[in-house]
């Protein structure tokens, strides 16, 4: 009995002195998954409830439906570099690079995006999107504009595939991305 009290006392304190990361190691996690393609990383920083918020865009994830996105993003090849963060006032703010293929085709690669994350019991549970301070939305909007309307008129079967944000949806956007470049080269 006194054997087992010393184990529940053991137990109580190691568990208790644990030390939860940081802030800035949550982040560094976070980006580090998207760098190395391990949604498992990721998971593990992120809280049961995710918000992001892009513009005028709030999207609610679980663990499972942020997978979608992981997997929706990396048909681009990203390659995010976490530039610098800033801590004060319980604001934790992160500058990122963001290089991709889809950028580079829509004239705006890469990308530097200052990002604010909050937290919640010891995990990511909110992102915003604060500013992409060197993209130029008009000539974005224009390739997009361009890329969708050359796709409905020449490839049908791909329309809408700028909407769809599954894995089939980023490999349609890919394969509309090449069918215009092929296009432009002959």
Known sequence: ???????????????????????????????????????????????????????????????????????????????????????????FIATISISCSKFEFLKNNPMICRRKFQFQSGKISNIEELDCSNVDWKIWAKEVETLVSWIEVNH?????????????GAQNYLKAIELYKERVIE
């Open 1 to 91: 009995m006194k054997y087992t009290l010393y184990l529940f006392i053991f137990t109580l304190c190691v568990s208790c002195s644990e030390k939860q990361p940081t802030e800035l190691e949550l982040v560094t996690e976070y980006f580090v998954g998207f760098k190395t393609s391990n949604y498992e990383q990721i998971k593990n920083v992120i809280s049961d409830t995710l918000t992001t918020i892009s513009g005028d865009y709030t999207t609610v994830f679980t663990p499972e439906t942020y997978y979608q996105q992981f997997q929706w993003d990396s048909v681009f090849r990203p390659e995010y570099k976490l530039i610098s963060t800033e801590q004060n006032n319980n604001k």
């Open 156 to 168: 049908p079967e791909l329309d809408s595939f700028v909407h769809d944000l599954s894995l089939k």
